[in-house]
């Protein structure tokens, strides 16, 4: 009998690590496709995103003396290093930690980007910057339409690292860009990459209306790209066409565009059809003309996001490009997205819209 149950327990201790094994692997959701171009010729050097956004956020400390950068943690480089060494280098009262309180961290930005300052506010977790919501939606959105343009915000820019992570759960996973999208007033990015962060960042840091700066968080090490040394930035409400083709348009933003090129990779092979793959990167304001452009070409389009279905910003595209594009389309427009449920924890790899329910819906719309 002692023996049986020792056998039972080496069986089920083998089964707990295949499965903790087999997890890990299916949270990995993407294959990374780093950005071969560059915005600017010149030095470069090997960055991962986080690296990239601290370079932006040194640049900016450097050269202007009346940058701030605060938040939670931010002091010792914050939980996901962004800051790193910046406290250091540009001392505690540019470089300095918060108390615990997301609608305190948003509203003193806020005082600070109307004084003059230039406000660089990290909010911990995006899943946590739903008590700062009445001070960027009802007071930072609404400065310059409630002066009659005379008086913007001033340069405020919100970092948040969001997305899934492998391991997140519902309150560390979540993608809120759709709630900030329906706020007149607000810039609101997503990077893909290394490159995109830098230049997207900088032009936050810059623009004179506030911006939410989405940060995929699984992307800060997922990969390095060659990142150009110098300043330099990236124009906000612009998209970018990262692979082209005339079988269908694939929208998508932040870790989806890589799951979208792996799609796009896999049409091309398995099915012989080339895609337009596009990285929206600003949700507030978005591109209507490249994306409208690309799907008079293709006739066909599919949006993907980590965010739950109902209400997504796809959504908003998807209105659109119906609108604007009717008599252009060959199939109904396709959404693949995350579901409408709180973000799980063991069942995330069921949750993620990943490269095999985009291909699924993207065969269906080549099948139409």
């Given at each position: ?8 327990s080496v069986l089920f201790a083998k089964f707990v690590k295949n499965a903790s094994n087999n997890s890990k692997r299916l949270s990995s959701h993407f294959i990374y496709f780093p950005d071969n171009e560059k915005p600017v010729q010149g030095e470069t050097t090997k960055m991962n995103m986080m690296q990239a956004i601290n370079n932006a956020m040194d640049i900016t ?267 252009h389309l060959e199939a109904p427009i396709s959404r693949v997205t995350g579901w409408d449920a709180p973000f799980p924890h063991v069942f995330e790899p069921f949750y993620l819209p ?15």
């Amino acid at each position: 009998m002692a023996s049986l149950v020792t056998k039972k327990s080496v069986l089920f201790a083998k089964f707990v690590k295949n499965a903790s094994n087999n997890s890990k692997r299916l949270s990995s959701h993407f294959i990374y496709f780093p950005d071969n171009e560059k915005p600017v010729q010149g030095e470069t050097t090997k960055m991962n995103m986080m690296q990239a956004i601290n370079n932006a956020m040194d640049i900016t400390l450097k050269n202007d003396p009346t940058a701030v950068l605060f938040g939670e943690d931010v002091g010792f480089g914050g939980v996901f290093r962004c800051a790193l060494g910046l406290q250091e280098k540009y001392g505690k009262d540019r470089v300095f930690n918060t108390p615990l309180c997301e609608q305190g961290i948003a509203g003193f930005g806020i005082g600070l980007a109307t004084a003059g300052a230039t406000a660089i506010a990290e909010i911990q977790f995006a899943d946590y910057i739903f008590p700062a919501f009445d001070q960027l939606v009802n007071e930072a959105a609404k400065a310059r339409y409630r002066s009659g343009g005379m008086f913007p915000c001033g340069a405020l820019t919100v970092r948040a690292p969001s997305g899934a992570v492998g391991h997140g759960g519902l309150y560390h996973s979540q993608s809120p860009e759709a709630f900030f999208a329906h706020a007149p007033g607000l810039r609101v990015v997503v990077p893909r990459g290394p490159i995109a962060a830098k230049g997207l960042l900088l032009s936050c840091i810059r623009e004179r209306d506030p911006c939410i700066f989405l940060e995929p968080k699984i992307l800060y090490r997922s990969a390095t790209e060659e990142v150009p040394v110098e300043d330099y930035t990236l124009p906000l409400g612009k998209a970018q066409v990262l692979r082209e083709g005339d079988a269908a348009t694939l929208i998508g933003w932040g870790t989806q565009v890589h799951v979208l090129l792996e799609v796009a990779q896999m049409a091309e092979e398995k099915l012989g059809i080339k895609c337009d793959v596009i990285d929206l990167q600003s949700i507030l304001p978005w591109d209507e003309e490249t994306v409208c452009n690309s799907v008079k070409k293709t006739g066909r389009c599919l949006i993907s996001h980590e965010a739950p279905l109902t209400s997504g910003f796809g959504a908003e595209l998807a209105a659109t490009i119906q609108d604007e594009c009717f008599l252009h389309l060959e199939a109904p427009i396709s959404r693949v997205t995350g579901w409408d449920a709180p973000f799980p924890h063991v069942f995330e790899p069921f949750y993620l819209p990943d490269k095999w329910r985009c291909f699924h819906a993207l065969s269906q719309l080549i099948n139409y």
